[in-house]
């Protein structure tokens, strides 16, 4: 059988165009975003959530940068934390409330920019909205946490106020002041991003489109049977959740092209999320830990490590058996 390679190659060459053109845009965007300050008007309500869980209203300070900079975020709880403004418990309780307002940050520089274009509107939106309902139901666990736990604790506002005030948030501080500066900035920066997954996108797309012309992927992967039917997933799924492990964009690289038709869209999400199970233990090692412990030290950055990993596995969990099992 003759194999197919000169066919496929205006496909690809037009889905890597189109997607290049909105990586560029997108992530030109995410800067304009957050070079006038507009992400900060996304946390405004933080303290609608800082007061139920009994937390300091500087923390609200916190959560704004974690929507900018997750360093920045977590290095101002760990400053509460050293003067005394949070307790173990409390600086706990803010970490897990932090975790939709880190999300917020990857809608603007990946999922947006990147991921919707790769998967398509409709497949792209639900593992969007699937991973915003997730990070908000962490937060919102947080939230009750906080409102459980820390209800006996001596409340320290105005602590702040007494101490010449909370750090300000640091939104813009990379970026220049004038409109033509920000503009300026913002093209580098989608021209930068593009430049680099440019390549990998076009070695990884052309690579999964000959093999999905020419290779019975369900043939290939038939030893892995087993283990689909137990997760109930296609075989399919069992490389994808590989690739997934390794890298989140060249997962969605490899699923795109079997939707619709080996995959149906929540079938993908689902194997999209169950590869980020993969992905995160494999990142909490690599990168999580390392940063964790940087921050809190290794005793808190272990408590840290251990409520982040427990709560995201479980979330991600009742979310695939929604997706699998859950009314249509």
């Known amino acids: ?10 496909t690809v060459a037009t889905r890597v165009a189109k997607i290049a053109l909105f990586i560029a845009v997108g992530v030109s965007l995410a800067h304009l975003l957050v070079a006038f300050g507009l992400i900060e008007k996304i946390a405004l309500f933080s303290k609608h959530l800082t007061r139920p ?16 900079s997750t360093t920045a975020g977590y290095g101002m709880l760990a400053e509460f934390r050293e003067s005394g403004r949070l307790s173990d418990r409390a600086t706990l309780v803010a970490v897990t409330i932090n975790t939709f307002f880190g999300f917020v940050q990857h809608i603007f520089t990946f999922y947006a920019p990147v991921l919707i274009p790769i998967l398509g509107l409709q ?8 991973r915003a309902l997730i990070a908000l139901g962490i937060t919102l666990v947080g939230v009750l946490a906080g409102a459980v736990l820390l209800s006996g604790e001596q409340s320290v506002r ?12 640091t939104v813009t501080a990379d970026h220049p002041d004038t409109l033509e500066g920000k503009l300026r900035d ?8 593009t430049r680099d997954i440019l390549p990998r996108l076009a070695i990884i797309y052309t690579a999964v489109a000959l093999l999905t012309a020419n290779v019975d992927i369900t043939r290939v992967t038939a030893a892995a049977d087993p283990l689909a039917d137990v997760v109930g997933l296609p075989v399919a799924a069992v490389p994808v959740i590989a690739v997934f492990a390794l890298d989140t964009t060249n997962g969605a690289l490899v699923i795109a092209p079997l ?70």
């Open 1 to 10: 059988m003759a194999v197919e390679v000169w066919s496929v190659l205006p």
């Open 53 to 68: 869980a009994n937390l300091p209203d500087e923390v609200g300070s916190a959560i704004v940068t974690t929507a900018a």
């Open 123 to 130: 497949v792209g939106l639900m593992y969007v909205g699937a």
């Open 158 to 169: 105005g602590t702040v106020e007494a101490d010449g005030g909370a750090p300000e948030p």
């Open 186 to 193: 913002a093209a580098t920066k989608g021209y930068e991003k």
């Open 259 to 328: 939707i619709p038709g080996t995959f149906t869209p929540r079938q993908a999400v689902a194997t999209m999320l169950v590869g980020g199970i993969v992905s995160f233990a494999v990142s909490t090692f690599k990168r999580s830990i390392p940063f964790q412990y940087g921050i809190w030290g290794a005793e808190f950055g272990s408590k840290v490590v251990a409520v982040n990993t427990a709560l995201k596995v479980v979330f991600i969990g009742v979310a695939v058996a929604l997706l699998l099992y859950g009314p249509v």
